[in-house]
C-alpha cells in the first residue's frame, strides 16, 4: 500500500523567507508525482507534475525536486509572501491511476 | 486549461435526506471520475473510481449502497450519499482525467457536506 507522508505538519515564516516542504512515499513504483495548493475550505489547485522520469519541475518562485528511488520530494517557494498562506499537498499517481495523497503541510507566512 | 465544475459548493440538510453531487469536465472528456472524501487536517481518501458507461469501483471500506456513484456521459459523473446521517459530514472532491496516465488529474472545487 501506498503511504505519503508530509513533514513538517505546520510551519510558520516570516515574510521573504524560502519555504522548504517535504514529502516522502513508501513505494517507489510511481507514475507522476504532484504538488497542490489547497486553501481553507476549497478544492485543490495543481502547482506542479513531475514524471517519474524527471528530476524537478519549475514554475515561478515554486521548484520541486524528486528523487524517485529514495521515495522523496521537495518543493521549494523561494521569497515568501503572505498569499502563499495555504495548505501544499503531496500526491502519487501508482497503479491504476490512483493518486494517494499526503496530510498536507500546513503554512502560514507571517507579513 | 481543463476545468472541473462541482456542484454544489455547500449543503446542509437533515439526517436521512439522500443528497446527490454532481461533478462536470467542462472542456475534455473525461473517461474516468475519481471521488475523495476529506475530514479536517486529514489527507484525500480516494472513494471510488468512476468510468463512463461501467460500474465504479470502490475502495476497500466505503459503502457502495450507500455512496452511489453513476458516470452516464463523458463528462458527468454523480455521486449520491443516500440516507445521510452526521458522521458522513465531510468535504468531498471530485477529480477529471485523460486517458493518458502521464497528465494530471484536475479536481473541482469540492463540496461541504454538513448532515444536521
Known amino acids: 500500500k501506498q503511504e505519503v507522508t508530509q513533514i513538517p505538519a505546520a510551519l510558520s515564516v516570516p515574510e521573504g523567507e524560502n519555504l522548504v516542504l517535504n514529502c516522502s512515499f513508501t513505494d517507489s513504483a510511481i507514475y507522476n508525482l504532484q504538488w497542490f495548493r489547497q486553501d481553507p475550505g476549497k478544492g485543490l489547485t495543481s502547482l506542479l507534475l513531475?514524471?517519474?522520469?524527471?528530476r524537478e519541475q519549475t514554475s515561478g518562485r515554486l521548484n520541486a525536486s524528486l528523487d524517485k528511488s529514495s521515495g522523496r520530494s521537495t518543493l521549494y517557494i523561494a521569497a515568501s509572501q503572505p498569499g502563499d498562506s495555504a495548505t501544499y499537498l503531496c500526491?502519487?499517481?501508482?497503479?491504476?491511476?490512483?493518486?494517494?495523497f499526503g496530510k498536507g503541510n500546513q503554512v502560514v507566512v507571517i507579513p | 486549461g481543463a476545468v472541473v465544475s462541482q456542484h454544489p459548493s455547500w449543503v446542509i440538510c437533515k439526517s436521512g435526506t439522500s443528497v446527490k453531487i454532481e461533478c462536470r469536465s467542462l472542456d475534455f472528456q473525461a473517461t474516468t471520475m475519481f471521488w475523495y472524501r476529506q475530514f479536517p487536517k486529514q489527507s484525500l481518501m480516494l472513494m471510488a473510481t468512476s468510468n463512463e458507461g461501467s460500474k465504479a469501483t470502490y475502495e476497500q471500506g466505503v459503502e457502495k449502497d450507500k455512496f452511489l456513484i453513476n458516470h452516464a456521459s463523458l463528462t458527468l459523473s454523480t455521486l449520491t450519499v443516500t440516507s445521510a446521517h452526521p458522521e458522513d459530514s465531510s468535504f468531498y472532491i471530485c477529480?477529471?482525467?485523460?486517458?493518458?496516465?502521464?497528465?494530471?488529474?484536475?479536481f473541482g472545487d469540492g463540496t461541504r457536506l454538513s448532515i444536521l
Open positions: 513531475i514524471q517519474s522520469s524527471q
Open positions: 500526491a502519487v499517481t501508482y497503479g491504476n491511476n490512483r493518486l494517494a
Open positions: 477529480s477529471a482525467k485523460f486517458r493518458d496516465r502521464s497528465q494530471p488529474q484536475h
